[in-house]
């Protein structure tokens, strides 16, 4: 751990233990807006193979993919990502070529994270893989795994997996109780790996920064560059500050935040945000976000309960909603969602999409306009509108989608830069190229904070909103010598 500190020092980084938080990631100067604070390769990861898709274990490709002719499990975009997994893969294939081949097929991505984490750690001690200092399983060892937490079923389950891994690998003396404890820790520690647009493609395991604490109000983001983890600045962080990340979903209310960290995290937090649970700011931001509209179709006022339990009561207009109204419509919604498909295939796109508008239509009813309710089901519209390529519907659905994102999310959010992507893409199909200019530089300046300025997907985004500048240019021109 002295050659750990010496790297994060080095890097103007250092870690410190805290009461209520253990280990926790500061800085030991000022950090602007996009800065690099850390990067980081996997110490083991794996990508999300399904049966609908396939990935490269190397570099989490899709193209051009041809399987693994011995285990037939894993699959490769080349040679190259194939010799550059092979000193592990080869001892894998072994193992899983042991297990029939249905069987196989079961293996999870969680499982085969765990049979390359034990084959790496076996390498490295017969010196067959290079410790380094940021890629050294006692990195693994000393990451928090909440074991005495878990309740009995919870460690079942670990017990089982364990005996999985325990049955793929053959260790002798294998220790299926350090298994089911490194199970608990990814479930912790382990990071889904994105894209650059926040689209999970795999998981891997991060041991320096998983150091890095939450906050549902973060000054820092993770994002991946291919496979590499990189902790980037999203605001002004002044000198021997915290270093904080989101773990989960911000947008919600402080009650389903604390939730979501205590089923997945077993800690509550207690962040500046999640500090303001009770207080007027929180309730009225609770109720927008996940209660009721006004009866009044042009208030825009938030519902709160009637003290007489009549109903709900907006604290705009002061106007009542019965109980009996609010559990009519919230059975209407619940009709439908109960019809719709979590993932529509290409052949019912169409139906799926008639089917959502009337779930849209019910929840407009029922959900305040900035509802993250009834922002999940228009994500769901625009991305299948996106696919049957109804730009110009797609593209009212992004405006609405947006405005949301901006209410949820700090200014800086990926999301936000994301959305503002999309729309300046749709605008410029449509033709409206000025608009589409705004939205892209609006994207630009939120990106180049989260994802930097040099990655593949930015030098497209600038190539993009140099384009469309030049074509709006260009209908200016014309436009003025036709005047």
């Known amino acids: 751990m002295a050659d750990t500190q010496t790297f994060l020092r080095d890097r103007c980084l250092t870690v410190l233990n805290l009461p209520e938080k253990g280990r926790s990631l500061f800085i030991s100067r000022d950090f602007r807006p996009g800065e690099v604070i850390l ?90 893989i290079p410790i380094t200092t940021t890629d050294d399983y006692s990195l693994v060892e000393a990451l928090v795994s909440h074991m005495p937490e878990l309740d009995e079923k919870q460690l079942m389950l670990y017990a089982q997996m364990a005996n999985l891994v325990n049955l793929i690998l053959q260790f002798p003396g294998i220790d299926l109780k350090e298994i089911a404890e490194n199970f608990s820790k990814f479930s912790c520690n382990a990071h889904s790996i994105c894209d650059s647009e926040l689209r999970p493609e795999g998981i891997g395991l991060f041991p320096l920064v998983s150091i890095i604490n939450h906050s549902c109000s973060p000054n820092a983001v993770l994002v991946f560059e291919e496979k590499m983890a990189v902790v980037r600045a999203m605001d002004n962080i002044s000198k021997d500050s915290e270093v904080t990340i989101s773990y989960i979903e911000t947008a919600g209310s402080t009650l389903t935040r604390q939730k979501s960290l205590k089923e997945q995290y077993l800690f509550h937090c207690h962040c500046a945000r999640c500090s303001n649970i009770g207080k007027p700011h929180d309730i009225e931001e609770s109720a927008i976000l996940e209660g009721y ?29 019965s109980k009996e109204e609010v559990k009519k419509l919230a059975g209407d919604v619940k009709t439908v969602i109960a019809k719709a498909p979590a993932s529509p295939s290409a052949e019912n796109t169409q139906d799926a999409i008639a089917l959502y508008k009337t779930l849209e239509k019910r929840q407009e009813k029922l959900y305040h306009s900035f509802s993250i309710t009834l922002m ?18 797609a593209l009212s659905y992004c405006k609405l989608i947006v405005l949301v994102y901006q209410r949820v999310y700090p200014a800086t959010h990926p999301l936000i830069g994301l959305q503002f992507y999309t729309q300046g893409k749709l605008e410029w ?55």
């Open 429 to 483: 199909l449509l033709g409206q190229t000025e608009e589409a200019v705004s939205s892209l530089i609006k994207a630009y300046d939120i990106l180049r904070i989260s994802h930097g300025t040099s990655t593949p997907f930015m030098k497209d985004l600038s190539a993009k909103l140099d384009e469309a500048r030049a074509e709006a240019s260009y209908k200016l021109l014309a436009l003025e010598d036709g005047n």
């Open 39 to 128: 990067r980081q390769e996997p110490y083991v990861s794996v990508p999300n193979n399904n049966s609908s898709e396939s990935r490269c274990d190397g570099c989490f490709k899709t193209d051009g993919l041809k399987k693994c002719s011995g285990c037939q499990v894993v699959w490769y975009c080349g040679s190259s990502c194939q010799k550059s997994e092979w000193k592990l893969h080869r001892h894998e294939c072994k193992a899983l070529c042991r297990l029939e081949k249905e069987k196989r097929m079961l293996v999870t991505p969680t499982i085969r994270l765990m049979v390359k984490l034990y084959l790496k750690r076996n390498f490295q001690n017969e010196k067959v």
């Open 293 to 321: 509209r006004c009866a009044n179709e042009k208030c825009s006022g938030f519902l709160l309960r009637d003290p007489d339990e009549k109903g709900f009561v907006c604290q705009k207009c002061m106007l009542l909603r």
């Open 376 to 393: 999940r089901t228009r994500e769901k519209l625009l991305k299948m509108l996106m696919e049957v390529e109804s730009w110009r519907e």
